[in-house]
Every structure is written in C-alpha cells, then in structure tokens.
C-alpha cells in the first residue's frame, strides 16, 4: 500500500485498498471465530461505522466498529465472542473503536453522544445478519433522524464550533492539523452530515443524491481528493495516526506535489497556498449550512434573532440573519457590491449563499475595471470604522473580492512565514489584528478596557486599521526587510486609493515603526532618557496613541498567548511616560510623584520601620519601584529583614502563565548566573527576569519560569526541595557543574524548527549609567545560564536584566557596569568576543 501510494500519490485509492484489507480480516475472523457463513448468526452483526462505514481507513487511522444485537439476550450471549475478535484485532495492531449496541439502543439520540449516533450515519454492513442491518439502515436510522433532527442538528453544530473554538476559527495555521483544523477532512464530513440530515427529515428516507448545490459538490470533491493524498501522505510519514502539517513536512509534500497535478517544481509555500483553498471551501461551506439551518443556530444566535430587530435597507433584505439582494442584478454596480460589505460589516451578519454565488458571478467583470480612487477608499474607511469589520473583511477575502480591491494583498494570501512564533497565515494575523482592537469595547478586561478608551479618543481610527491591514504585506517580497517592503507597498496602494498626503503619512510612520514599542520593551522603560528617547520619536501624542493601540494589536494577533498581562502593562507603562513627556509635564515629577504616592503607600503598610525602610529602597532603580506593587516591595523588605537566620530569601509562587521566583539576598559574585544555572539544572524554561540591587548590596531577583517536566506541577514535596537546592547552590553546599552535567546526560536535543541567526548589540547612548547588552539568540536549555556566567567572568555586572522569548528566538537585555561605570569600548568587544564563542559552544552542545 506505501509503494503504491509512493508510486501513484492518489489518497482515494491507499484508503480504499486498505478498506478492502480490513474487511477482509474481519470476513476471516468471523468465519473462523463466530460462523462459517459470512451471513450467518441470526440477530448479530458486524457493522462499520464513521470513517471504516465511509470506506476512509487511512494507513493507521482506527476502525469504528459496531457490533449490533438484535437485543440484550443475544448481546449476552455472544459477548466472549466480541471479546475474543476484538482481542484479535488489537493483537494484529490494529487500533479498534468498537462500539457494542443493540437495534433498540440504536434508535436512541443521546445527547451526551451526539457523536455515535452521527457515525451511524456513515454505516456499512460487514458481515452477520443482514436482515438486522437492514432494518438498522432503511427504518431504525431514518426514524431516528426524523424524530431527532433538531436535537441532533444542534448537537453537531455544537460539537463543530466547540472544535473551531480551539482552533481560533481560522483555517489560516501555519502548521494545521488537516483532520481537525476548520477546513480539514472533518469538516468535509459535517458538510455531508448538515445536508443529509435535513434532507432525511424531509424525505423521511435515504437520499439517491447529495442536497448540495453541484458546483460547491465540485468544489468539496476537489478539497476531498487532496485532503486525502495529504493524510495519506503524513500516515505514512510519521507511521501513525499524526495529522499534523509540520514544516518539514510541509517541505516533503511539496517536494513530492502531494495532491496537486503541477507540472513544475513548486516551493512549500505555494503548496500551502492549494490546501488553504480547499480548507477555505470546505470551512465556508460548513459555516454556510450552519448559518442557513435554524436547528443548527447556536443558542446565543437563537436567543438574539427573537428580540434582534432586523436590519432594513433598500437594497438588502435579511431572513434569519442572512443577507439577500433585493434586486439580483444590482451586483453590476461595484458601489452596490461596496455598500453589501459596508453593510455585512455594521450589522454582523452574514451573507446567504444565493448571495454569495451573485458576487462570484460578478467577479470577472469586475477584475476588467475594479473600483479605485478617492471612492473606494471612502468605501473601505467606512467599512474598517464599523464593529463587524474583521468578518467583511474575511468574507470578502474567501471570494477573492478582497485581492481584486487591493492587489497589494496577494502576495500574502494564505503565505506561511516561520518563525515558530507567529500562529496563522500573514492575511490572516492582520485581519485579526484588526478584529482585536474591534472587540476592545466588549471586553471585561481591566487592560482592554484602557485600550478600548484610547481607541476611543482616536481622531482618524481609519488610518489605524489601514496601517494594520498593510503593515506586514512587505513579508510576501522574498530576502527583503519586511518593513522597507511594506512601505512601498503600502505606498503604492495609497496612490491607488488617492489617500490624502497628511492621511498617508501617519499610516506610513505607524508601518514603518510597528516594531518600534515592541523593541523598547527590551529596554528599561522606566528610565527617563530611554522614554525621552521615544517619545521624540512619536512626535505626537496621536502617533503614540496610535502605534500603542497597533502595538496591542499586533501582539495579540501573533497567538493566543502572545500578549502575556506583562505585555500588557509594559505596553501600557511605556504609552504613558511617554504622553506625560509629549505633553511636556516634566518626566521626574511626573514619575516622582507616582514613587511618592507608592512610598507613601509603603509607609502606611509599615510605619514602625523608619530609618529601615528608607536604608531598603535607597539606591534601587526607579523601575524597582515601578515593577513591584507596594505590597511586594513590603515583602522583599521583610525577607530581608530575616537576613540574620537565613542569608537566603526564597518565595516561589505559581501564577496562570508561569512561576515566579524571587531571591532576596546580598549581592555576590555570579549571583544571577548561579541562579540561572539552578533553574536550568532543575530543567526550568527561563521566560522573564528582573535583577535589582540596592545601596546597600541588598539583591531582588525575580524570575519567572516555565516547568518544561512539571516537576513541581506534580510533585508538591518537590517545592521545598528546589528552595532548598537554589540555597545550597547559593551557600556552595552543592555542585552546580554537576547538576548542569546531569541534567544534559538526561536530555534529549531538543529539535530546532527555525534557526535563529545570533546576534550581539552594545548601546551606550540609552542610558547615562550603564551598557546595555542585547543578545538575539536560539533560544535553548542553560542559554541565560552560560551568558549571565560569560558576563560575570568579564567582571561586568548585571544591573538590569530583561529576558523574553518569541517562539525559539531568545531576546535578552542586560544593563552592564564594570566597576561601577559604563563598558569601555574594549572591554565591549572582549565581551562580544568571547560570548559569540559560548554561544557557538552551546549551539555544538
């Protein structure tokens, strides 16, 4: 079956052979084990359900098997028969979902189980009585289906968008699962099951041939024979059931043109491309049926539209959420064709499917002469400003209507870029981007409440969604930086749409610094020459708001976990130092007043603590103050306070991201690197750290981790034994060399899926006291470790230290002195020196 499948490619073909294979065993098995006559055994049957029932048994997919009883007395009775076939089969290594029912059990919905009673529509007789299966397939299945329609319509819509949930409603992965993703093989199914279901109801029978329309039948046939290739093709790849379209996996499908008839050599991208149309068909056809069937509404959907009034317009009507033309033919008028997605974007609808194939009709003659100007820019303004934007927007880009307005959009349509940190498709991140500042006035979110009032005050929001819309389409211009490439793109566009020469400015000065507040966050955003710095930048305070809320967005769009709550606020924390300095309140009052509101704070919580307190908070960096809550610094303050038992203060807690360690002890030679080696030795995932010390020698360290074995996760008493370590390390009670060899000899090399070119920047301008360090590097296992240990062996000490991780790049930023004074020049270069060797050392491992 694999050579064939290697000689010919055609998926169709490798999942009926093995079909054919699997039925075979079982014919075998039953006349061995149960009857000499494939037919005999009166009330027991062997029926194939769900994929087998469909005659999909991909190369190590599982066999749905139902063992059918006329009733409980023959259930009884051949039960060590089922046992025993069921063992044979597991025994062959075939993975078996066997399901035992009885004819009456059948003819039950169990809403718990909406999913057996749906593979039961896919069922096939295999051997047994076939007067019982008969009776299961032409009565028991159709009176079932008639009785339970509604509850079983709602049950598969539910389990369906339960399942998109997880997959952030988007085909656009860059790595998709191809079975479970929206637009993969299961979706196909649901398609066939939102048809036949309703079409059973009505004919109170099986249909001869599928309800759906021929030219969406053609196109999920087309999806159907490349999904298949596609999963035949990973089967045999991995030798199990993994569905998942990894990069290099990717690279192997194109090489060997899975699922395509492509003469030429096509690149993994392009391949890509193909199975992005024929997930979008299939997904738009899954959300159509969903939409137009009443019983498959959700229940929010249904509760709406009986209190929702309905829209009016004279050029559309709407029947249960659904837009229809009034007049078929209007389409011809491109203004007509704008104000429907005007229309679709203010409402939240959605457009019915008789709609839809009106604007596929009308798509040729519209590419002759597309709209352009001063007009569609109005259009599509008006369109972005409205709360259903990011849905108009992807509607129209599923019928290639979006391309054909803005051709400076296809070079990223559906386009992979990897990057291990990004999640969805270029297209698609931008859209999303757009779609999360849009949902910023519906949030409960303390955060998005902030942003949603900025939005608010927004004096052309307009530029903003433009600027998201064409900030990232310069990633679709091969070995070119993506920013340059997106200017002149975007500048090519606004030519077309005649944007106005001051409109066009601010969106080219947000695409050209939308990376700008990101980078800043590597920085100590708390000093005042650092935020002056950006601040001079901006310009203006609408630039800021601007490219903060851009900022936000972006973040968020990257993935579902991108923008952390430390994001959030540092985002935040910069946008305001900034405005206070751009709208010339004087920085160090403005922030002094808010350590003095902070101090004051302090002061109530601990008023016996005097002079102590003063000696505790002397000498920390404003940021100290700006990082911590007074409550935590009252903490830090106490620990210390404690130094005369145990010159080792320890809290570890576990928040919702991660867990959070913070040392209070005295400041030591290689404090911070120790501590990174004990996280790394214990197989923790450094994300985030913060390093302060004060006057006094007195160090704050706090570091935030993820527990990559979840050793503390599921062992409690571990806890106490990881403190324990830290200290003995600490106290040069443990060996921390061999802790680090220990740990290595355990691991496995961990596989790297994007390389990350290292590189290594000193800047001196951004702060008057110290050096800051940014290491860009593979993020690995002990990598903080052996740079904080490289850093200390130069005699450079860390006086801030920012770590962040995108995906498996490492961004680390370090705020050095060497004896108490910025690294000269030469010193900078022995650091540069030496820690290219380190790191290259790590790299060989």
Request: aromatic fraction near 8%; charge should be negative; charged fraction near 30%.
């Amino acid at each position: 079956m694999a050579r064939d499948f290697e000689a010919t490619g055609d998926g169709r073909a490798a999942v009926a052979q093995r079909t054919r294979l699997i039925e075979d065993i079982l014919k075998r098995l039953w006349r061995g084990m149960l009857s000499p006559e494939e037919s005999g055994l009166p009330g027991f049957a062997l029926v194939a359900t769900g994929g087998f029932g469909r005659s999909w048994l991909f190369p190590y997919s599982d066999v749905d098997l139902l063992f059918l009883f006329a009733d409980r007395g023959r259930e009884e009775t051949h039960k060590e028969a089922v046992r025993q076939l069921s063992q044979e089969l597991w025994d062959l290594k075939l993975r078996l979902s066997p399901a035992s029912r009885t004819l009456a059990e059948c003819d039950r919905y169990d809403p718990n189980n909406t999913e057996f009673t749906i593979s039961l529509l896919d069922c096939r007789y295999v051997a047994g009585d076939r007067e019982l299966f008969a009776r299961l397939h032409d009565k028991t299945i159709p009176k079932l289906v008639m009785r339970e329609s509604k509850p079983l319509l709602q049950g598969l819509a539910e389990v369906t968008r339960e399942r998109h949930g997880k997959f952030g409603n988007t085909v656009f992965h860059l790595e998709p699962n191809i079975k479970e993703t929206p637009g993969g093989l299961r979706d196909y199914n649901v398609a066939c099951w939102l048809a036949l279901i309703p079409a059973m109801d009505k004919l109170r029978d099986w249909p001869d041939a599928s309800s759906l329309r021929a030219p969406v039948r053609k196109q999920l046939d087309a999806a159907l024979e490349f999904l298949m290739a596609a999963r035949c093709f990973l089967h045999f790849r991995y030798g199990r059931d993994d569905n998942a379209l990894s990069w290099e996996a990717q690279d192997e499908a194109a090489a060997r043109k899975i699922g395509t008839s492509e003469a030429e050599e096509i690149t993994a991208a392009d391949w890509m491309r193909i199975y992005f149309g024929h997930a979008r068909a299939v997904q738009r056809t899954v959300m159509q049926l969903l939409e137009e069937i009443p019983e498959a509404w959700s229940s929010l959907r249904r509760q709406v539209q009986g209190w929702r009034s309905r829209p009016s317009s004279p050029d559309f009507s709407v029947v249960d959420g659904l837009i229809f033309l009034q007049q078929s033919s209007s389409l011809r008028d491109p203004e007509m064709l704008l104000r429907l997605f005007h229309f679709m974007a203010q409402h939240g609808l959605k457009l019915s499917t008789t709609t839809e194939h009106r604007i596929e009709q009308e798509l040729p003659a519209l590419a002759v002469t597309p709209p352009r100007g001063a007009e569609l820019w109005l259009y599509l303004q008006e369109t972005l400003l409205e709360p259903h934007a990011a849905d108009a927007l992807r509607a129209m880009h599923s019928l290639r209507l979006l391309t054909l307005l803005l051709p400076e959009l296809q070079p990223i349509d559906s386009l992979v870029v990897r990057d291990f940190y990004h999640r969805f498709t270029v297209d698609e991140h931008s859209i999303l981007a757009i779609e999360s500042l849009h949902r910023l006035s519906r949030s409960q979110s303390e955060w998005d409440k902030r942003y949603a009032e900025l939005l608010g005050e927004l004096e052309d929001p307009e530029l903003l969604y433009l600027a998201l819309l064409l900030h990232d389409t310069g990633k679709g211009v091969p070995d070119r930086n993506h920013v340059e490439a997106s200017l002149e793109i975007a500048g090519r566009c606004m030519d077309r749409l005649d944007v106005d020469p001051g409109e066009r400015a601010e969106v080219l000065f947000l695409i050209a610094n939308h990376l700008e507040m990101s980078a800043q966050l590597r920085r100590d955003i708390f000093n005042p020459e650092t935020v002056a710095a950006f601040a001079e930048r901006m310009g203006t305070p609408e630039r800021l708001k601007m490219l903060c809320l851009l900022t936000y967005a972006d973040i968020k769009a990257v993935n579902p976990e991108a923008l952390t709550p430390w994001k959030a606020e540092n985002v935040w924390q910069l946008y305001i130092g900034a405005a206070n300095y751009l709208n010339r309140s004087a920085d160090q009052r403005v922030h002094g007043d808010a350590n003095g509101e902070k101090v004051a704070r302090l002061r109530s919580l601990a008023p016996v603590m005097g002079a102590k307190f003063k000696d505790f908070v002397e000498g920390f960096p404003q940021r100290y103050l700006r990082m911590h809550s007074a409550e935590e610094v009252m903490q830090h303050m106490v620990m210390a306070e404690r130094f005369s038992k145990d010159a080792v203060q320890i809290d570890l807690k576990r928040g919702r991201h991660w867990y959070e360690l913070t040392l209070v002890t005295k400041d030591r030679a290689s404090l911070f690197a120790t501590l990174t080696g004990v996280l790394a030795a214990w197989g923790m995932n450094i994300v985030k750290a913060n390093a302060f010390s004060n006057q006094a020698g007195t160090v704050v360290d706090t570091l935030f981790f993820t527990d990559r074995f979840r050793t503390l996760e599921l062992n409690l008493s571990e806890w106490q034994r990881f403190k324990d370590s830290i200290a003995a390390v600490l106290a040069g009670a443990a060996d921390l060399e061999k802790m680090l060899r220990d740990r290595q000899r355990s691991e496995k090399n961990s596989r790297i899926k994007v390389t990350v070119e290292t590189r290594i920047d000193f800047d001196d301008a951004c702060s008057s006291t110290s050096t800051l360090l940014q290491v860009i590097a593979q993020d690995r296992p002990r990598l903080l470790h052996r740079i904080s240990s490289c850093l200390s062996r130069q005699q450079c000490n860390i006086e801030i230290a920012l770590i962040d991780t995108e995906g498996q790049m490492a961004i680390d930023a370090f705020y050095l002195t060497s004896e108490g004074k910025k690294l000269t020049a030469e010193l900078q270069k022995k650091v540069e020196k030496v820690l290219l060797e380190e790191l290259k050392d790590l790299e060989n491992g």
